[in-house]
């Protein structure tokens, strides 16, 4: 195990790289980020999983470090309908059919919505956004996502008056997710947040990573990434939204009620029984590197902190 963790980049991980951080220099340079993705080939949106996209650089949500490499993103993820291996998610998503796609967004809204990809990728421009990704299970990336505030989608919704909550609930294609037929979750995949909390501008609607579309195996063709929360919370493969008065019940709570709480705010003073939340393994650091240690809501208290003020973090995990 030491042995293979401990082999040198490979060829083509050097490649992915290099491309993209001459592709961020440009961006650097660029009097303005749209300039070069004016200049980027390929069509206004992207149908098929890898396309390039086009995107201004955001620099509100910037993060101070370098991205994950592409090829660590893309081969060690947790996608359980296809499997419980961290490498199962890219063996096997490839079957998993986005082409044509539907995302809902009902409930109690004023104007309900039913967009196609289309619709998704032209609602409001695509920013490119650095986040970091805390997993709960204690390993971190830093990832160039593609994509614009849940808020844009949600507010063309109109939410009513008693609207409170939102749940999401991903795609079920039985013939494509092996990892449907265990029982390790209640299907499809559901998660939750607090109005405010999907109404928040770092919460994002993704369709895009390192300035092409979601390949499938991180979430094709449209996901939920909420930076601050436990990797979980971020749901794949969105295909509807649901806006709500009373809190939703996500498949981790209802599988491990004890283990996962709805909240979910990333914070390294509240162990979760199987893992420490005090440090993280950054992916791509190499096996041997020193952790790093986890920052109350993972970096983005200034942010967000204000959203709990009051509660006690401890109970609402
Ligand atoms: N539908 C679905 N969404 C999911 C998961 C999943 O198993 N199914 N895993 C979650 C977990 S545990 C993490 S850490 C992130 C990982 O996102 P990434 O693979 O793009 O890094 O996706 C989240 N979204
Ligand atoms: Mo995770």
Request: aromatic content about 10%; glycine content about 6%; hydrophobic content about 40%.
């Amino acid at each position: 195990m030491f042995k293979s963790r401990s082999v040198p980049v490979r060829p083509s991980e050097i490649t992915d790289e290099s491309v993209w951080r001459s592709r961020r220099r440009l961006l650097l340079q660029a009097p303005g980020a749209l300039a070069l993705a004016a200049a980027l080939p390929g069509r206004a949106h992207a149908l098929a999983a890898g396309e390039p996209l086009n995107f201004s650089r955001s620099t509100r949500w910037a993060v101070q470090e370098e991205p994950t490499r592409e090829s660590d993103i893309t081969s060690y993820n947790n996608y359980y309908e296809f499997g419980t291996g961290k490498e199962d998610p890219s063996r096997y998503a490839g079957a998993l059919k986005t082409e044509p796609w539907t995302l809902v967004v009902d409930g109690l809204v004023g104007k309900p919505l039913k967009l196609d990809m289309d619709q998704i990728l032209r609602l409001a421009p695509l920013e490119e956004r650095v986040y970091r990704l805390r997993c709960v299970e204690a390993w971190s990336m830093v990832v160039p996502w593609v994509g614009y505030s849940l808020s844009e989608l949600i507010k063309r919704a109109e939410p009513l008056g008693d609207a409170r909550f939102v749940r999401f609930e991903t795609v079920r294609d039985e013939a494509a997710m092996p990892g449907l037929r265990s029982s390790i979750l209640d299907w499809p995949y559901a998660e939750g947040l607090r109005l405010d909390e999907a109404m928040h501008p770092l919460t994002l609607l993704a369709t895009g990573l390192y300035g092409k579309s979601l390949p499938k195996q991180n979430g094709a063709p449209v996901r939920l990434i909420v930076p601050w929360k436990y990797g979980f919370k971020s749901a794949k493969s969105l295909v509807r939204i649901t806006l709500t008065d009373s809190m939703p019940v996500s498949s981790w709570m209802q599988v491990a009620p004890h283990e996962y709480g709805f909240y979910a705010n990333v914070n390294p003073a509240v162990p979760h029984p199987r893992w420490s939340q005090a440090t993280e393994r950054v992916i791509g650091s190499g096996f041997f590197a020193a952790k790093k240690p986890t920052l109350p809501f993972n970096g983005y208290a200034e942010d967000v902190a204000g959203l709990y003020a009051g509660m006690d973090l401890k109970r609402n995990y």
